[in-house]
């Protein structure tokens, strides 16, 4: 990035300590003084578990020498006399060289343990950033990616992983503001950070227990798309847990004017029911997003009843919507919340899954219900469609799926539908 200027795609997976020097191994490794330049803009970025937010000075700070400062900075005199400012240095940088001098001997001879503040090669960071100033030592992460590349140019976004916890300013505010020609986003998860929340819960006022939510608080990865310029064509948010009015409402709302492609999709998994979009909310899609040509939902099969009447209101609402997928539950809401045994989920989940007739049952409905441009293609699913790996036996291990499509016949249009499954996690060497 800093010696090619021919970069378009930058492709970042973080998944776990590597064999370079702390902390690069991490994240991108920038200066604290904002040297470091990028001669690369790239167009698409992704991003797997980066540390937005870190910086080495919140882990540089705990482990400087006691004779520091008590922010961990290094000392310098206040005195306005150069000669006193200029003996305060020299004392402190004799202490510095004598504190690296002695533990090598010590280390070597088996008198010190092995000290990850020298050799990790923190001391010699800490020394080489001493005359800056602590504002720019505690910058983020992102922050100074900020100020070394061009940011600009990206139109394409993907940010995974639901551990993403944004604790500054980086990612919500400032690189929002930078991403001028976005318009395609996807993101991962809720962007919680529920030690912090946890933390405001138990401090406010009266006795414990206390219900002062009824939901869950919203989640900062909102924020960060509500801040983003209403340019957005393609829009995938995935694991958000949520279609809260205030959430998925005020996003549609923000980018209503550009969005053509939307995916708001959560896992089916655990001991309660996915949420999912209500009739009203549907119908909004026409006039919140009327531009719409390919939308991503989740949508509940309710004790066997397939959901006809909101795949009418789509047909209908959304005239320029021409490919519609749709993931389907495979157990029912009372199975989840009635702690039903694995058995009767398991053969509840087989009796569940979608075959072929009932697909081009829907599929039809849709075609007659269809308003504006026709369908190119529907496609039902069930099962597990995201990438994490199951830990244990899982009922949504398999993947179904019935896709559907228009073809010519001689007295007409006519529909066809297929129907498959498989392993999401069969390994292929």
Not at 20 to 49: C, H, K, M, V, W
Not at 57 to 83: F, I, K, L, Y
Not at 257 to 282: M, V
Not at 367 to 391: H, I, L, N, Y
Request: one cysteine or more.
């Amino acid at each position: 990035m800093k010696s090619c200027s021919n970069i378009t795609e930058l492709d970042l997976r973080m998944v776990g300590a590597s064999c370079t020097e702390f902390p690069d191994g991490y994240n991108l490794p920038f200066r604290p003084d904002g040297s470091d330049r990028y001669l690369s803009a790239p167009q698409i970025l992704s991003l797997y578990n980066y540390e937005f937010h870190e910086s080495e000075w919140e882990d540089m700070r705990s482990v400087t020498p006691h004779w520091a400062n008590d922010d961990g900075s290094w000392p310098v005199s206040n005195s306005t006399n150069s000669v006193i400012r200029w003996a305060t240095e020299m004392y402190y940088r004799s202490r510095w060289k004598w504190d690296q001098l002695s533990y090598e001997y010590k280390y070597a001879v088996g008198l010190a343990d092995y000290s990850r503040w020298q050799g990790h090669g923190i001391a010699r960071r800490w020394y080489d950033q001493r005359h800056l100033p602590i504002e720019r030592l505690s910058m983020e992460n992102m922050q100074l990616w900020l100020e070394a590349m061009d940011f600009s140019k990206v139109h394409t976004l993907s940010i995974e992983y639901g551990g993403t916890r944004p604790e500054g300013k980086g990612l919500l505010v400032d690189l929002p503001q930078a991403l001028t020609s976005l318009d395609n986003l996807s993101i991962q998860g809720r962007w919680l950070n529920w030690r912090t929340y946890l933390a405001e819960w138990e401090a406010a006022p009266g006795p414990l227990p206390k219900n002062k939510w009824s939901s869950s608080p919203p989640p900062p990865a909102r924020d960060f798309i509500l801040a983003l310029p209403t340019t957005l064509k393609k829009l995938t948010w995935t694991k958000s847990e949520t279609v809260q009015e205030d959430i998925f409402d005020s996003v549609l709302k923000h980018h209503e004017a550009s969005l053509e492609h939307l995916e708001w999709t959560n896992h089916e998994g655990g001991f309660k029911p996915r949420p999912i979009l209500t009739e009203d909310q549907l119908r909004s899609l026409g006039k919140w997003a009327p531009g719409l040509t390919s939308l991503t939902v989740d949508l509940e099969r309710r004790n066997g009843t397939l959901p006809e009447d909101e795949l009418t209101i789509l047909a209908e609402t959304l005239p320029k919507l021409r490919r519609l997928i749709v993931n389907l539950n495979l157990l029912d809401e009372r199975l989840l919340m009635n702690n039903t045994g694995y058995d009767d989920k398991k053969k509840h989940a087989s009796d569940s899954v979608l075959d072929v007739e009932e697909g081009l049952d829907l599929f039809q409905g849709l075609k007659k219900a269809k308003v504006g441009e026709k369908f190119d293609s529907v496609e039902f699913r069930q099962g597990e469609w995201t990438d994490d790996w199951p830990f244990g036996e899982s009922l949504w291990e398999d993947r179904y799926w019935v896709r559907c499509w228009v073809v010519e016949k001689d007295g007409g249009p006519g529909a066809r539908c297929k129907s498959g499954s498989e392993n999401a996690f069969d390994a292929d060497f």
